[in-house]
């Protein structure tokens, strides 16, 4: 009897402390619903219940694409601008409060499963990245002294492979060396490899007179690759850029990708393009235009 008693008083006060508890967790989510709608998407405030809103100052550069242009219809319908407008656009429209870069995102109509249809190159852009390079060169006596007169930030030997190998790290933007270093590189390649550093000759860093490739690096080369998808992301400078400049970057980039269409490819082969700036929204360009 003793312990039934104990256990109803037990129960007696555990059912006691319930109760306020489940009062308070139903004004918590009566809060909640409140807090949701003040979380709502057309707020521009990103809901802790999952939405996907965006901020005002965003959905006011939206709004300002989704104005002009050219209106399309079709699989991906919607406005189109041509390039200089483009261009314009996406300066306008940038509200960063720092120098954001303007991205390139080109659909081509490629097979993506075919390897004969892989795009890997790479293009030097007229004006540039906008982004500062360090470049690191191994190379000797005169071949050495030519990479540190093109430009080359640091001529690396025996002791500067070591020392990558012991930091793990490659404080550099790109890396150039003669055939006679390769071998030697083996040592750091798991460091530089995943960083996409490694000289290689088919990048053009595997070079008897490195410095011919040290002023490309400085000026800025990118890499057009596709992966898993036939879509070609890259960057064609900075906000800052004159609208000019960013032009003859983007026309660089679809000469070279026009330059080295696979041969098999069928049918059209850039399907689309879009400019956006960092955290601004994106504007299609009209192809017609290039």
Do not use: C, W
């Not at 690396?156 to 933007?173: H, L, M, R, S, V």
């Amino acid at each position: 009897m003793g312990g039934r008693r104990i256990k109803k008083v037990i129960s007696g006060k555990t059912k006691e402390a319930e109760e306020p508890v489940k009062k308070s967790a139903i004004t918590e989510i009566g809060r909640g619903k409140e807090s949701r709608k003040k979380l709502s998407p057309a707020s521009g405030t990103k809901s802790a219940f999952g939405g996907k809103g965006r901020g005002k100052r965003y959905q006011a550069a939206k709004a300002k694409v989704a104005a002009g242009g050219e209106p399309r219809q079709g699989r991906e319908a919607g406005r189109v601008y041509p390039l200089p407008e483009a261009v314009k656009l996406v300066k306008e429209s940038s509200y960063a409060n720092f120098d954001a870069t303007v991205e390139a995102h080109i659909n081509l109509g490629l097979e993506a499963d075919k390897t004969e249809q892989q795009i890997r190159t790479l293009v030097t852009l007229p004006h540039g990245t906008g982004k500062g390079v360090k470049v690191l060169v191994f190379a000797k006596g005169k071949e050495a002294k030519a990479a540190l007169d093109a430009g080359a930030d640091e001529i690396g030997d025996e002791a500067t492979i070591e020392k990558i190998a012991t930091t793990g790290k490659a404080p550099f933007n790109a890396v150039a060396a003669t055939p006679e270093f390769m071998p030697k590189l083996a040592k750091i390649a798991r460091i530089l490899g995943p960083s996409g550093l490694m000289p290689s000759p088919k990048s053009g860093t595997v070079i008897d007179k490195p410095a011919e490739i040290v002023a490309q690096l400085k000026k800025g080369r990118v890499e057009l690759k596709t992966e898993n998808q036939p879509i070609i992301h890259t960057v064609i400078g900075k906000v800052s850029f004159p609208e000019k400049n960013l032009v003859e970057n983007l026309k660089a980039i679809v000469e070279e990708l026009n330059r080295i269409r696979p041969a098999k490819a069928s049918g059209e082969y850039i399907k689309s393009i879009y400019l956006k700036s960092t955290m601004g929204p994106s504007v299609r360009v009209d192809l017609q235009s290039l």
